[in-house]
């Protein structure tokens, strides 16, 4: 089975988002740690409004699984 152009694109993206879900993941432990409870409560609603962008994405393209 080859992949194609947009297999590979939707992979590279696919990556790219867990990373910076990670990266936003040890930015708010940290913050939370340090009692920045803003910056932890605006990187939980960046979280949100993500999984809803993604979730009405998935929806629209027919990739619900």
């Not at 910076?20 to 940290?30: H, K």
Request: glycine letters at 8%; a positive charge.
């Amino acid at each position: 089975m080859e992949s194609t152009d947009a297999d590979i694109r939707r992979r590279r993206i696919g990556l790219i988002l867990i990373g910076c879900a990670l990266l936003l993941f040890v930015i708010q432990m940290v913050a939370l740690v340090l009692g920045y409870i803003e910056v932890a409560l605006a990187i939980f609603v960046v979280y949100a409004i993500g999984w809803f962008v993604l979730r009405s994405y998935q929806r629209r393209t027919g990739r619900i699984s």
